[in-house]
C-alpha cells in the first residue's frame, strides 16, 4: 500500500510561510489525484486543496485561494503545498491522502488510512 510521509510544518508567526511536503512509497503515486487536508483543533479533517495526476490541475478551497500553491513531481512521488500569508486560522496537522474526481470542499481521502500529519501552528 501507498506509504505517506508528511514534513515541513513548524511554528511560524503570521504573515510567514511554509512549504508542506508528503512523500510516498510503496505505490504507483502518478496515478492519484492527490490532496492536501487539514484538522484544526476541535474539527473534523478538510480538504484545502488537491490536484490532478494527469495535468496537474489544482483545486482550492475558498479560504485559500491566494495563499495556498499545491504542486506535485511525480518523479519524486511527492506533493508540496506552499502556504503563504498564514494566519492563526491557519494553525492545524497537515495531512496528504489521495482523492476523487472531481473535488470539492467535502471531498475525503480514499486510501483508508493517513500518515502522521505534520503540524502547523501560527502565532500572533
Known amino acids: 500500500q501507498v506509504q505517506l510521509v508528511e514534513s515541513g510544518g513548524g511554528l511560524v508567526q503570521a504573515g510567514g510561510s511554509l512549504r508542506l511536503s508528503c512523500a510516498c512509497s510503496?505505490?504507483?503515486?502518478?496515478?492519484?489525484?492527490m490532496g492536501w487536508f487539514r484538522r484544526a483543533p476541535g474539527k473534523e479533517r478538510d480538504l484545502v486543496a488537491a490536484?490532478?495526476?494527469?495535468?496537474?490541475?489544482?483545486y482550492y478551497v475558498d479560504s485559500v485561494k491566494g495563499r495556498f500553491t499545491i504542486f506535485r513531481d511525480n518523479d519524486k512521488n511527492t506533493v508540496y503545498l506552499q502556504i503563504n500569508s498564514l494566519s492563526p486560522e491557519d494553525t492545524a496537522i497537515y495531512y496528504c491522502?489521495?482523492?476523487?474526481?472531481?473535488?470539492?470542499?467535502?471531498?475525503?481521502?480514499?486510501?483508508?488510512?493517513w500518515g502522521q500529519g505534520t503540524q502547523v501552528t501560527v502565532s500572533t
Open positions: 510503496g505505490g504507483t503515486f502518478s496515478v492519484y489525484h
Open positions: 491522502n489521495a482523492v476523487v474526481w472531481p473535488f470539492s470542499a467535502t471531498s475525503r481521502g480514499t486510501l483508508g488510512y
Open positions: 490536484i490532478t495526476w494527469t495535468d496537474g490541475k489544482p
